[in-house]
């Protein structure tokens, strides 16, 4: 089992960037495909973007896509989501995720999570 925590989150105006960050507890890290979630009020978990466990392939999902950039560092244990021209409609709680195997885009597919931050856009 591995131990996922975000942090990062906050209240940015539209237009702004945060940097989330994910930190991982247990040395297989490196050995994950890692991916970023996220859930406004009412709606569902809906994928933002992935990294292999090498971090030779990323995939986003359309919200992000050229907004976006999903890394890692295997060495420090740690994934980031760098969120650039943000919007009001990116207000959500952001997770992120670890699996086993290759790049996936469903929530269900991903084996462990964090607690998730809280990401708010102001208009």
């Known amino acids: 089992q591995v131990q996922l925590v975000e942090s990062g989150g906050g209240l940015v105006q539209a237009g702004g960037s945060l940097r989330l960050s994910c930190a991982a507890a247990?040395?297989?890290?490196?050995?994950?495909?890692m991916g970023w979630f996220r859930q406004a009020p009412g709606k569902e978990r809906e994928f933002v973007a992935a990294?292999?466990?090498?971090?030779?392939?990323?995939y986003y999902g359309d919200s992000a896509k050229g907004r976006f950039t999903i890394s890692r560092d295997n060495a420090k244990i740690t994934m980031y989501l760098q969120m650039n021209s943000l919007k009001p409609e990116d207000t959500a709680v952001y997770y992120c995720?670890?699996?086993?195997?290759?790049?996936?885009?469903?929530?269900?597919?991903?084996?462990?999570w964090g607690q998730g931050t809280q990401v708010t856009v102001s208009s």
């Open positions: 990294i292999s466990f090498s971090g030779g392939s990323t």
């Open positions: 995720a670890g699996r086993w195997g290759g790049i996936m885009t469903s929530r269900e597919r991903y084996n462990f």
């Open positions: 247990g040395r297989t890290f490196g050995s994950y495909t």
